[in-house]
T-cell receptor, first 115, second 110 residues
Framework: GAVVSQHPSRVICKSGTSVKIECRSL??????MFWYRQFPKQSLMLMAT?????????EQGVEKDKFLINHASLTLSTLTVTSAHPEDSSFYIC???????????FGDGTRLSIL | KQEVTQIPAALSVPEGENLVLNCSFTDSAIYNLQWFRQDPGKGLTSLLLIQSSQREQTSGRLNASLDKSSGRSTLYIAASQPGDSATYLCAILRADKLIFGTGTRLQVFP
């Protein structure tokens, strides 16, 4: 089946650090990738949608300068949390779809903890 | 704004019970509805996907139904097992975006 690999699985770093999270589709080409954020005991909230070779589309209320998304190839999208602060601590999950409208395949998530 | 809610928020049952998890959504203009399982600290595993034109889907001990007109879906788990313990999320696909429910945390004890 379709596999999405997300790395790293856990990050602990100091306030002010920038953190990069990678999302890779291992056995298919993903025309679209999605980034979600999940607070403890809450649901997933879509942050942005990225298409290969074009700028990401951010959801309302998500700071595009804070959360930089790059989708440079059909198998890789990255999310960079710039100058992270404790309030950015959360669980970030990516997903990928091979073609628009097809089911999304999810990564295992990244637990980000900012001290 | 599309809202997706799930009831109950948490459920603890003994092994062997049949369960019903509920999901409701405010706008019936959906493309499909999915049920996911999420284990602690992990990503999502898709369980069942129901297209908007379908009424139900089955996979093993799981059965999901969809009633678009009333904005409701149910996930039925037969003969629950401790390994079923997880958070169950429903999500609707609308305008190419998945909108997730608040989840039901299920614990099945031996």
């Amino acid at each position: 089946g379709a596999v999405v690999s997300q790395h790293p699985s856990r990050v602990i770093c100091k306030s002010g650090t920038s953190v990069k999270i990678e999302c890779r589709s291992l056995d298919f080409q993903a025309t679209t990738m999605f980034w979600y954020r999940q607070f403890p005991k809450q649901s997933l909230m879509l942050m942005a949608t990225s298409n290969e070779g074009s700028k990401a589309t951010y959801e309302q209320g998500v700071e595009k300068d804070k959360f930089l998304i790059n989708h440079a190839s059909l198998t890789l999208s990255t999310l960079t949390v710039t100058s992270a602060h404790p309030e950015d601590s959360s669980f970030y999950i990516c997903s990928a779809e091979e073609n628009r409208g097809q089911p999304q395949h999810f990564g295992d998530g990244t637990r980000l903890s900012i001290l | 704004k599309q809202e997706v809610t799930q009831i109950p928020a948490a459920l603890s049952v003994p092994e062997g019970e049949n369960l019903v998890l509920n999901c409701s959504f405010t706008d019936s203009a959906i493309y499909n509805l999915q049920w996911f399982r999420q284990d602690p600290g992990k990503g999502l595993t898709s369980l069942l996907l129901i297209q908007s034109s379908q009424r139900e889907q089955t996979s093993g001990r799981l059965n999901a139904s969809l009633d678009k007109s009333s904005g409701r879906s149910t996930l039925y788990i037969a003969a629950s097992q401790p390994g079923d313990s997880a958070t169950y999320l429903c999500a609707i696909l609308r305008a190419d975006k998945l909108i997730f429910g608040t989840g039901t945390r299920l614990q099945v004890f031996p």
